[in-house]
């Protein structure tokens, strides 16, 4: 078969819950592109606690971001190239949607009581669990940081916590198999008749007819060599990420009309907000040489969240950190800071950041990343900055406390020698990471919104029988990791599918 009544491109975090989901009405036919391979019975990508090892390997689209006027230039953002997305591929840290977030969308068919169901269909499809205890240096942690004004909590009850720490909750078995949205929700339909995934698929432009209705995709088969289409008879659903949804949207001739003529790219609708707006967690670090063997067996390794607000009166934090049982060199040796092969760590990092980049087009061949500037630590206030030293003194007040006394030789990175803030900025603008969080890239909007890409239904504004279900929607990041969220983001465009078909 040629032709579906649906054709989802991308089969990640969103578009395998949409696949599935739409799959369900033995009366329609589904068709999943995936540029990845599968993830069926592939161990390297289903046992979470190997994780790390996928980071820059074949399964990782490993995009670079372009230099930084006040950041790390030499970051790269990985972005999964497997069934499954993201959740396939980095770490299962599982947050519920935070109802504030979702109210300050202030959006249509958004708010915390129409996305609560969504989020409880989800939850009797994906695993999740609370992180065993099992960490005696984790525990430590957040013994000190109860002692600085952080308690210990749980996360996933329906209140925000705004200052707290806690184990996480995780989308994994209890034997370690991710729950990823390719494992809970495709692989027990895979022999459905009505739905094809075809791996190894490159999507490379978006069809069009004369009236700007959206009937099919143009996508390079495994071999590399043949350019193949599939037709869709109601809507094509674009579900690549926040960087790859917006590419593909240029590439088929939907974005700022300037820059799409400066690549060569025929303009079908110009709309400036596709690839702008881009958002990110960006990560500081600190790492201390470890006094005592650190653990040798995790879910994950980076088990445990720590929330605070950095003024009084937020109604969420403004600073998340995560606490990794091993050592995090990837950005830090490059500089000369030491490093081991028993230590721990915090990464502060800025939760509601108001630092905006951009996603473009490095040339109209498909094959060639997109150019991603996160333009990270940019935002006129330096709120950003704020956050971040807030982040890294509270790391080394946590570091200081009596309940890690045992457990610390010394701090590694940015080292006791960094006090000043600039010295403390330095360091960090060198040495940041990312969370692997990109979003809101062709953000959802209401109807007089001019930058919005889609609107409230998630269908792509000045064309017809296309939407987008993945990161790039989200008007802003979440406060928390947001792989959840963009499940609930596929549970919705199913919905809204169904209900239009």
Not at 120 to 135: G, K, N, Q
Not at 186 to 193: G, S, T
Not at 384 to 399: C, K, N, S, Y
Request: hydrophobic share 40%.
């Amino acid at each position: 078969m040629s032709t579906f009544d649906y054709v989802i491109v991308g089969g990640g975090s969103a578009g395998c819950v949409v696949a599935a989901r739409l799959s369900e009405d033995p009366s329609v036919s589904v068709c999943l592109l995936e540029a990845g391979p599968s993830d069926v019975g592939d161990p390297k990508i289903l046992r979470l606690t190997d994780w790390m090892f996928l980071l820059e390997s074949g399964y990782d689209w490993d995009y670079p971001v372009e230099p930084q006027e006040r950041g790390n230039s030499f970051l790269r953002h990985s972005r999964a190239r497997v069934l499954g997305g993201c959740s396939s591929h980095n770490s299962c840290i599982a947050f519920h949607p935070v109802r504030e977030d979702l109210l300050a969308w202030d959006l249509p068919g958004w708010s915390p009581s129409d996305c609560a169901p969504l989020v409880e269909r989800l939850r009797a499809t994906v695993e999740i669990r609370t992180v065993p205890p099992a960490d005696t240096c984790g525990a430590a942690v957040l013994a000190a940081a109860a002692a600085v004004g952080l308690p210990t909590v749980d996360f996933n009850t329906g209140t925000t916590v705004v200052n707290g720490a806690g184990w996480f909750q995780i989308n994994a078995s209890a034997d370690g198999v991710r729950s990823s949205s390719s494992h809970a929700y495709l692989h027990p339909v895979l022999a459905r008749p009505n739905l094809t995934v075809v791996t190894d698929a490159w999507a490379s432009r978006v069809l069009f007819d004369s009236s700007r209705r959206a009937t099919g995709v143009e996508y390079l088969a495994a071999d590399r060599v043949h350019r193949l289409t599939v037709s869709a008879r109601r809507e094509v659903v674009l579900s690549c990420g926040a960087i790859d949804t917006p590419k593909l949207l240029m590439l088929s001739g939907v974005g700022p009309a300037a820059h799409l003529r400066e690549v060569g790219v025929d303009v079908l609708v110009d709309s400036p907000g596709v690839g702008a707006n881009l958002d990110d967690h960006v990560e500081g670090l600190v790492m201390w040489d470890a006094a005592k063997p650190m653990v040798t067996e995790s879910t994950q390794w980076w088990e445990i969240g720590l929330f605070a607000a950095t003024v009084p009166g937020l109604d969420r934090p403004d600073l998340m950190m995560h606490y990794g049982s091993v050592p995090f060199d990837l950005n830090t040796v490059r500089w000369g800071y030491p490093t081991t092969e028993n230590g721990f760590c915090l990464t502060p990092n800025v939760t509601r950041g108001r630092s905006r980049g951009t996603v473009r087009l490095r040339s109209r061949d498909f094959r060639d990343k997109a150019r991603v500037d996160p333009r990270y630590f940019t935002d006129a206030e330096g709120h950003d900055e704020r956050v971040m030293l807030h982040g890294l003194r509270l790391a080394r007040r946590i570091a200081a406390q009596p309940a890690l006394a045992g457990w610390i030789a010394s701090e590694l990175a940015p080292g006791p020698e960094a006090v000043t803030d600039d010295e403390l900025l330095d360091y960090v603008r060198r040495t940041h990471n990312t969370v692997y969080h990109p979003a809101c890239t062709a953000r959802m909007g209401r109807d007089d919104d001019p930058h919005a890409v889609v609107d409230t239904s998630l269908r792509v504004n000045g064309v017809r029988g296309l939407r987008v279900a993945d990161a790039s929607v989200l008007p802003s990041l979440t406060t928390v990791n947001p792989n959840i969220t963009v499940m609930m983001v596929g549970e919705r465009c199913a919905d809204l599918l169904a209900s239009d078909g």
